[in-house]
């Protein structure tokens, strides 16, 4: 070993550290990040911010750039008031500030619950595959994850979602709609059926909610407010994913209840900044909402025509398959330049929607696939 003053062992390895028992042998949350000519393989927003939200957040820093040696505002009170208005108007479910948390991503939301909520003896269950940084937050909250599998078509088979909640009693349920990796909805009537069969807290996931034309789970909020919680993000619908903003509308209840584990000051004054600016210009952004649905649609009709299978999606990403070896299939899309996702699930990818002209060429790749396998021509006939 090198122990030259200045310098730290190489060799030290993870297995040498005294790490928690239940961590060994896991693996971080990560898309491959690769310089590409195509990159569909993260579910961002492929549009750029405006340069009107440019130049209005650009003004806005330029304002609070002198107070930056103070502490950002606790609470995020403007912030959350921002949120609370854009929810009300966006769902039609009536709610304040004092039912809306915020924080950095989806993930530290879903991080604060499990704070919260979870922890060592207990439980958190969800319906695979899906998100699979559920299963990772529960790892890190010392919350044991209980996965349930999905039927054949990847939607929620609900006989054995409700047979396995009764069975394990878990203290918390995920569910994610529109669900990632697939895509697909679950309805307000069989969340319904999860949350009044779930013995603790059900949190619905709805990161792709813009993208869906189906009713929030917000509004079953009313009627569930002590176990209900929906989680969101502007980092999709928003042009925001390099903003890190996400947050959760539930009873007030809730808010105090991450208020105890949240870590102070959380919010940086650029995020809340910028967050706010870009809840301004919601207009602009929710526009190209409209316009990846309508990419995303055609895609999927391709897709169908070159012979491949997919899950009808409502986000801003298909699932499609299916093959023997997607990993190679995955290799050949990233030969053409072309990035992809391979979700490690049932011989299927994941693509995200993005601009025509990306997706065209997602599309040139898709289509010398599916000759050399034959695709094509099966489908014809």
Not at 188 to 217: M, N, R
Not at 272 to 292: C, F, G, N, S
């Amino acid at each position: 070993m090198d122990f030259r003053p200045g310098t730290i062992a190489a060799e030290t390895s993870l297995a040498d550290l005294p790490l928690r028992e239940e961590l060994r042998g896991k693996s971080a949350y990560g898309a491959p990040q690769l310089q590409v000519p195509i990159q569909l393989n993260t579910n961002e927003n492929p549009y750029p911010p405006s340069a009107a939200l440019v130049e209005d957040l650009v003004a806005e820093i330029r304002r609070l750039a002198p107070t930056l040696n103070r502490y950002p505002e606790r609470d995020a009170i403007e912030l959350r008031e921002e949120l609370a208005a854009y929810v009300s108007t966006r769902t039609g479910v009536s709610v304040t500030r004092d039912n809306l948390w915020a924080a950095n991503g989806s993930n530290e939301v879903l991080q604060q619950l499990l704070q919260a909520f979870g922890g060592p003896g207990r439980a958190a269950m969800g319906f695979v595959p899906s998100y699979s940084m559920h299963p990772i937050l529960s790892a890190g909250t010392q919350t044991e994850f209980l996965p349930v599998e999905r039927g054949a078509d990847f939607r929620i088979d609900m006989k054995t979602a409700l047979a396995a909640i009764a069975e394990k009693r878990p203290d918390i349920v995920f569910v994610t709609t529109p669900n990632n990796p697939t895509g697909d909805v679950t309805s307000l009537a069989e969340l319904t059926q999860i949350i009044e069969a779930a013995p603790g807290l059900v949190i619905v996931d709805e990161a792709y909610a813009e993208f869906s034309d189906k009713p929030s789970a917000t509004t079953l909020l009313k009627t569930y407010p002590h176990k209900l919680v929906v989680s969101r993000t502007m980092s999709k619908a928003f042009d925001f994913a390099g903003g890190r903003l996400g947050y959760f509308v539930a009873a007030p209840a809730f808010v105090e209840a991450v208020m105890l584990v949240r870590l102070p000051y959380h919010l940086s004054v650029l995020s809340q900044a910028a967050a706010i600016v870009a809840l301004r210009h919601q207009d602009e952004t929710l526009a190209t909402v409209a316009k990846l649905s309508e990419e995303r649609d055609r895609v999927a009709a391709q897709l169908h025509k070159l012979g491949f299978s997919y899950v009808d999606s409502e986000s801003n990403f298909l699932f499609f398959g299916s093959f023997d070896n997607p990993h190679e299939i995955w290799q050949r899309f990233l030969d053409d330049g072309v990035l992809i996702r391979d979700v490690g699930v049932g011989g299927h990818l994941r693509v995200t929607i993005g601009l025509p002209e990306e997706n065209d060429a997602f599309l040139n790749a898709a289509a010398a696939i599916a000759e050399s396998l034959n695709l094509t021509k099966e489908n014809e006939s």
